[in-house]
């Protein structure tokens, strides 16, 4: 008898997806996120989710625009759907500074953070870490330091409090995000931390977050 070919679910494609895309293979997961969305059929939490990943790898493979119009779509169907984890993810992407060539773009940014934060904690989500990253990110084009320090003491105090309830993936791919803030701060010993990152970065395999730490290094 044949073997009967084995159909992937949508959650087994999502989350290839993520590992290509987190291992560096950028074009491989978007690749995995275009057949995910066939899988989504009519689910539209789903298709805000895959739309969130997919909309990432665009970004990471440097087609920003088209990121930036992914994540505009996954929030709209989002808003509709009344699906406020989804709008959540997609205010946090859309909080990127690197998405806004101007002031007001970046004013935008600025605002997608904060309500992306403020959705996140009504939710309780457990991923408050990485949205205060965002915030702290978006916050930084101000040039305040109290307001970035404020920010930093909350991102400490979220990570603390999920740290043993989170996967060690996850958990430190916010702390990564945390010491690269800290350091943004704190310049004096950015190069130790900087190091420390790196390294939870590669014991990992995340490449995407080491060529973003490569890149502050070669700034300290």
Not at 33 to 43: P, W, Y
Not at 195 to 204: F, G, S
């Amino acid at each position: 008898m044949e073997k009967a070919v084995k159909i992937p679910t949508y959650e087994e494609l999502l989350k290839l997806g993520i590992e290509e895309r987190e291992k560096g293979s950028v074009k491989q997961s978007i690749k995995c996120f275009e057949k995910t969305l066939l899988f989504a059929e009519r689910d539209n939490k789903k298709i805000v989710e895959v739309l969130s990943h997919l909309g990432l790898s665009y970004y990471h493979n440097g087609n920003q625009e088209k990121a930036k119009k992914t994540w505009q779509k996954a929030y709209k169907i989002a808003v509709k759907a009344k699906d406020y984890n989804g709008q959540a993810v997609a205010l946090r992407n859309l909080s990127r500074k690197q998405l806004y060539l101007n002031g007001s773009g970046l004013v935008q940014a600025l605002s997608c953070a904060e309500e992306a934060v403020s959705i996140a904690e009504n939710l309780g989500r457990k991923d408050l870490p990485w949205f205060l990253h965002g915030l702290f990110s978006a916050t930084e084009v101000l040039g305040e330091k109290d307001k970035l320090k404020f920010i930093l003491r909350r991102e400490i105090k979220a990570l603390i409090k999920v740290w043993n309830k989170t996967p060690k993936l996850e958990r430190n791919v916010w702390l990564d995000g945390l010491l690269m803030d800290y350091v943004s701060i704190h310049d004096k010993i950015g190069k130790p931390l900087l190091y420390l990152a790196r390294y939870l970065a590669r014991l990992q395999g995340l490449k995407r977050r080491e060529e973003q730490i490569n890149n502050l290094l070669s700034l300290v």
